[in-house]
């Protein structure tokens, strides 16, 4: 708190506003509303997890540990498993980081250290519009383009020459988890992209220049650009992974809303996000609904978790790449 | 700095002020307002009544919002609104935890088609129930199986894997659909049931009508269920269905209207009925009603009186709207029994019927 310390004696020496000053002064009313809207944040978090744990109570009593292993989701009969979710989020979302952070990375080094400004403004704004576009467009594209391109010229020679892995068995019909993890990826490259040019732009010029001045050619040079940008880059892919986990709308219109668990990319599958969406408009009885309200539980915490993860994996690649630079 | 807050304030201050002063009581003259929530099946025609009857009483305001079967009978319980619409008629145990008596009012037909995706084929398919069950079940995977080939005689099938396709999220089309597997094949009702949310043994799941509708048209060699007005809208192939009295029928106006004029003697008093594997040469047997929830006895004299005049209108002149829309219109006799029905509900003990 040295920071605030500071402020307040400077406050105390130009006062014209009497007794009242120390309550009322502009710095004191600017830090308190700056207090109040993180404190807002932590407040809304809180909040959520007390109400979605007192909705989903029923749902924690009846099934308890069960529920985050079962495998069966039949409302009908009243059985609830949260694994073919829990599953089918993270893979269709690790897929979707795999395929989004080289090609975000590629775009983004294109558009700060190789394109003409002439380029490189236009093409940053469409990255941006991208990013704008609403997720059930994206859906739409994706069933009326993308699965069927995939169907008819993707998947086949894939399945020709990797079939004897596990992940490419089965009938290819274009909609499943593979198709997910995909439009996924698309959808996160633009926001990835923008975020790591802006961090590659705020590495200041100087480093470049004194690479390219140390005999480096630019391939090196865009390494060290990159390994001093790391952090920011890290932020930008676990800003993916955070969109990718919580995106419903054009996963579930392509993933094939199956809960099972499949070892075969080809086979369709089902998200948390997905499922609360599907369902919830016509969730009867309590213990329905409960379960519902557990996997949204769920799905903030495996948020929480994933995030964490990332963060850690990342810090500590990012420590390594340091050091090499 | 500090004067620029100050006016913001106050602007937000009079603005909150006034939105309050909108939200007070009724007074005379002014709109009668009625909130209906429910089916999304039955969106599209609630829209047209209530503008076409908006026409005609220009002091009403209805407002309907599609917010899925289960949430309006959520809401009609909790009497956060007028009146609900529901693709499936409520159970007994849902009526009776309502806090005050519920009638169902059937205000137009729907039906389940079975529509596929086979490039080849460009006759009519035909599929018997134990057929449709067996597909649904997972035990029929390609489509040129000795049972789907004994359906139709005359057609060369692909040798093609079959791909089911069905709802993902909860429907009262799935909840229709399950009710016929569940009453033609026994193995269905025991393995599945009959629900909005059914597990289905295989298939891929689309969200809504316009997601399975998308996925058949989008993937060869796929089969799946879908509300009338969707196949029709987008041209896709419709199968013919056999019925109780073992003829194949066409979905259409006319077959779905019959379903509900032969089950006529078999509807119970408080109209509740399941239409689906009806009997008569000539009913198709995967219809159903769309039901209005409303109370019988009204809490407001002026929002009841409303109501009851806009469902008669809607049951009578209203039907006028229904095939253009894609709906099978409610026979006579239906159309007689349901204004009996609407004269029931009263105020206080007093009928809000002004005929």
Known sequence: MPKSLHTDNLNGNGSEMGSNRKLFSSDNIYRFSLTACAALILLIVAAMLIVMTQSSWLSIKEFGFGFLVGQVWDPIKGEFGALPFIYGTIVSSVIAVLIATPLSLGVAVFLVEQAPKSIARPMGFLVELLAAIPSVVYGLWAIFVLAPFLREYIFPPLQTTLGWLPFFKGTPTGIGMFTGGIILAIMITPIITAVVRDVLEAVPVTQREAALALGATKWETTRIVLANASSGIAGAVILGLGRAIGETMA??????????????????????????????????????????????????????????????????????????? | ????????????????????????????????????????????????????????????????????????????????????????????????????????????????????????????????????????????????????????????????????????????????????????????????????????????????????????????????????????????????????????????????????????????????????????????????????????????????????????????????????????PLPQEMVKRTSTKIALVSHNGKSLRTQ
Request: proline share 4%.
């Open chain 2, 1 to 328: 700095m500090f004067g620029k807050n100050l006016i913001t304030i106050l602007i937000i201050g009079t603005l909150i002020s006034a939105s309050g002063c909108f939200s007070g009581r009724r007074g005379k003259g002014d709109a009668i307002k009625i909130q209906g929530a429910g089916s999304s099946f039955v969106n599209p025609l609630m829209q047209k009544w209530v503008s076409e009857y908006g026409k005609l009483n220009s002091n009403v305001r209805i407002d309907y919002q599609s917010i899925g079967s289960g949430g309006g009978v959520k809401q009609v319980k909790e009497r956060t609104i007028q009146f609900g619409a529901t693709d499936v008629a409520m159970s007994d145990a849902d009526l009776k935890s309502a806090p005050s008596e519920i009638i169902h009012i059937p205000v137009i037909l729907g039906a389940v088609v079975l529509t596929y995706n086979l490039a080849e084929v460009s006759q009519t398919l035909r599929f018997s129930p134990a057929t449709i069950a067996d597909i649904f079940l997972g035990k029929i995977t390609r489509w040129d199986d000795e049972r789907i080939k004994a359906d139709n005689p005359d057609v060369a099938l692909p040798s093609a894997p079959l791909t089911v396709v069905h709802r993902s999220d909860g429907s009262g089309t799935s909840a229709v659909f399950t009710n016929y597997l569940s009453k033609v094949s026994p193995e269905w009702k025991e393995k599945v049931g009959e629900g909005t949310s059914p597990s289905f043994p295989v298939g891929l799941g689309g969200k809504g009508n316009e997601g399975v509708t998308g996925q058949i048209k989008q993937t060869p060699n796929t089969i799946g269920y879908v509300e009338l007005a969707y196949a029709v809208k987008n041209k896709m192939p419709v199968g013919e269905i056999k019925n109780k009295a073992g003829k194949y029928i066409l979905p259409n106006f006319a077959t779905v209207t019959n379903a509900a004029a032969e089950s006529i003697n078999e509807t119970p008093d408080d109209l509740r009925v399941s239409l689906t594997d009806a009997a008569g040469a000539d009913a198709y047997p995967i219809s159903s009603y769309v039901y209005v929830l409303i109370y019988k006895d009204q809490p407001d004299e002026i929002l009841g009186k409303t109501l009851v005049d806009f469902l008669s209108w809607g049951i009578n002149d209203g039907q006028r709207f229904a095939e253009s829309l894609y709906y099978a």
């Open chain 1, 251 to 325: 996963v579930t219109m392509i993933i094939g809303n199956r809960p099972q668990i499949s070892a075969s990319l080809f086979d369709p599958a089902y998200t948390i996000a997905s499922v609360i969406a599907n369902e919830f408009t016509e969730a009867t009885g309590d213990l329905y609904l409960s379960a519902l309200i557990e996997m949204c539980l769920i799905l903030f915490i495996v948020t929480f978790i994933v995030t964490a993860l990332a963060k850690l994996l990342i810090l500590s690649v990012s420590r390594k790449t340091q050091n090499i630079a």
